[in-house]
């Protein structure tokens, strides 16, 4: 079954690196994405990550992926207050859905609060 | 349009009462998902629309929910007599087909007093 655990709070200091976990039982999922929702605003997608690959750097994100432990990570470098979000890792297995769609299954959530 | 539009953004409703929630994708997403963010807890699938049809309804939660899209374009979420659970923020996304994100609106907040 699909179900994806993460921690629900993390405090950092502006400039630190902040990491972010998560968990996921579907073996079979094809991609691995996190998402950083604003307060008041939709889901933007920040990064996703193929389930063959390891590792994916893009500017100051870094996610590692660990398929054996099913565990996948954000690193977010010189973290700033406009990092401030609640962060939600989701795993997706194409064409799941009948009829062909992509169902996301998305954990509850990491608030970040990045103080000064 | 540039981005997954909602609305409305806010809805507050009395318990009992049918509420249409509506959503307009990006302009060339064939496919159109809505999902359910209650308070504290991840987001919940609900349905899932190709074109016009909606192939895979299994996240509905009871038969007071429903959803059509017409024209490929615009859909609407209909919940008939709210309950205080249907409380939640609705999301809808749109892709491309198969495709393997979404784009995300900013959903609309629903409060059933």
């Known amino acids: 079954g699909e179900d994806v655990e993460q921690s629900l709070f993390l405090s950092v200091r502006e400039g630190d690196s902040s990491v972010i976990n998560c968990t996921y039982t579907d073996s079979s999922s094809t991609y691995l994405y996190w998402y950083k929702q604003e307060p008041g605003a939709g889901l933007q997608l920040l990064t996703y990550i193929f389930s063959n690959m390891d590792m994916k750097q893009d500017q100051r994100l870094t996610v590692l992926l660990n398929k054996k432990d099913k565990h996948l990570s954000l690193r977010i470098a010189d973290t700033q207050t406009g990092d401030s979000a609640i962060y939600f890792c989701?795993?997706?297995?194409?064409?799941?859905?009948?009829?062909?769609?992509?169902?996301?299954?998305f954990g509850t959530g990491t608030q970040l609060k990045v103080e000064l | 349009g540039a981005g997954v539009s909602q609305s409305p953004s806010n809805k507050v409703t009395e318990k009992g009462k049918d509420v249409e929630l509506r959503c307009d994708p990006i302009?060339?997403?064939?496919?159109l998902y809505w999902y359910r963010q209650r308070l504290g807890q991840g987001l919940e699938f609900l349905i899932y629309?190709?074109?016009?049809?909606?192939?895979?309804k299994s996240g509905l939660p009871s038969d007071r929910f429903s959803a059509e899209r017409t024209g490929e374009s615009v859909s609407t979420l209909t919940i008939q007599r709210t309950q205080q659970e249907d409380s939640a923020v609705y999301l809808c996304?749109?892709?491309?087909?198969?495709?393997?994100?979404?784009?995300f609106g900013s959903g609309t907040r629903l409060t059933v007093v």
């Open positions: 989701a795993e997706s297995i194409l064409g799941i859905l009948t009829g062909g769609g992509n169902k996301l299954t």
């Open positions: 996304a749109s892709s491309f087909p198969g495709y393997y994100g979404y784009t």
């Open positions: 302009s060339g997403h064939t496919a």
């Open positions: 629309f190709q074109g016009n049809s909606a192939p895979d």
